[in-house]
Structure formats: C-alpha cells, structure tokens
C-alpha cells in the first residue's frame, strides 16, 4: 500500500522567511496530493493540491510542486506570518483513491 | 464550522467499556473517513464508506467498529477499551472519490 514520508518533523523559521516542507510516496499510481493545514484543537483543513498532470501549482503565498519521476512533492510558504504556525501533512491518495494516506506531519513555528 | 459535524466533543469512560462517536458529513458528500490521530502522531486511517457501504479499511482493530447509515450518518463504535485507545478521533467526507476531505473538529477519547 501506500506510504508517505515527510519532512522535517519540526521546522522553525522567522516571519518573513521562506518555509519548505518535502515528502516522498512510494505508490507510483497516486494521481492527488492534497497538503493539510492543522491548527491547535481543530481538524485538519485542506489548504492546496496538486494532480499528477501538473508539475506546479500556486495559491498567493503557497504553492506546492510534484516530481513524480522522483516520487517526490514539496509545499512551498513564502512571507511567512505568525498565523502560519500550525502543523502541516502532506498526503497522497492511494492505489484507487479510496482513501488517503498521510505522512507524520510538520510542526512549523513562525518566529515574529 | 466545516460543515462535518462530530459529536461528542469530549469523552471520558473507563477502560473496558464501549462507547459511539457520531459524525454528520457536509451536505451532498457520500463518502466518511474515520481517521484516529495519537498524541504527537500523525493521522491514522481506520475505515471508509460510500453511500452506506464499505469501501476501504486500514489498520481498524477488531474491538472497533463502523457504519453508515441512509442518512449518510456515520458511527464509530469502539469497544473493550484500553487505555491506549485515547486518542482524537476524526471525521472525513468527501463528494466525488480522488478529491480532498473536509475534516470534523474531532472527539477527543479518554479512556481512564
């Protein structure tokens, strides 16, 4: 089945830098890879996606980019801001796309 | 409000006892995710139904539970509790398969 593995657990960078999150699939089927945001004591929301027939794509200050030769996909936060402290979770669909897999998580700190 | 509602919020029992978590998906989607997510873990995937019937399982433990009802009303049953059963347990639906989730708020469990 399905496994995702993302990095880094722990991520800490201060407002106005640039914040990077990586994962890796290991399913070279997956065909969606929606990013997660998780802020303290509520459900995770879905913040962007990407197709497998799209290499890029962008929403304001997030964009997030696919490589799927290499199984790997990014999320790219730009300008970061106080706000964007939460944790993040990359996952991608699986073999059929009955359900979705999740990696660990990204805890990002946003240092004013 | 995410338009998934999960109820009850909070829940407290003894060990060896039985409980139900109720989750109403957002109007119109069809399918329900249970997800469990453990203190600083990731998320999880128990179960998924579709318009009333199972279409995928993960790593659900016998002593759990599930179903979707006509309404499109979902119920978590777990049962013989332990205490690492403690956990968020969170709703998922979805419209069309391969898209993104909406996620509840989640029923934090405690099991004492």
């Known amino acids: 089945g399905e496994n995702v593995e993302q990095h880094p657990s722990t991520l800490s960078v201060q407002e106005g830098d640039s914040a990077v999150i990586k994962c890796t699939y290991s399913d070279s089927a997956s065909n969606y890879f929606p990013w997660y945001k998780q802020e303290l004591g509520k459900g995770p929301q879905l913040i962007i996606d990407?197709?497998?027939?799209?290499g890029e794509k962008k929403d304001q200050r997030i964009a997030v980019t696919l490589n799927k030769t290499a199984k790997h996909f990014s999320l790219h936060i730009t300008e970061t801001q106080p706000e964007d402290s939460a944790v993040y979770f990359c996952a991608a669909d699986d073999t059929g796309g009955f359900k979705t897999i999740f990696g660990a998580g990204t805890r990002l700190f946003v240092k004013a | 409000d995410s338009g998934v509602t999960q109820t009850p919020k909070h829940l407290i029992t003894a060990t060896g006892q039985r409980v139900t978590l109720r989750c109403s998906p957002r109007?119109?989607?069809?399918?329900v995710y249970w997800y469990q997510q453990s203190l600083d873990q990731g998320l999880q995937f128990l179960i998924q139904y579709y318009n009333g019937e199972e279409r995928a399982k993960g790593n659900i433990l016998e002593r759990f539970s599930a179903q979707q009802f006509p309404d499109l009303h979902s119920e978590l049953n777990l049962s013989s509790l332990e205490l690492g059963d403690s956990a968020l347990y969170f709703c998922?639906?979805?419209?069309?398969?391969?898209?993104?989730?909406?996620f509840g708020s989640g029923t934090r469990l405690t099991v004492v």
């Open positions: 998922a639906s979805s419209g069309t398969l391969g898209y993104g989730y909406t």
């Open positions: 109007s119109g989607d069809l399918s």
């Open positions: 990407i197709r497998s027939n799209v």
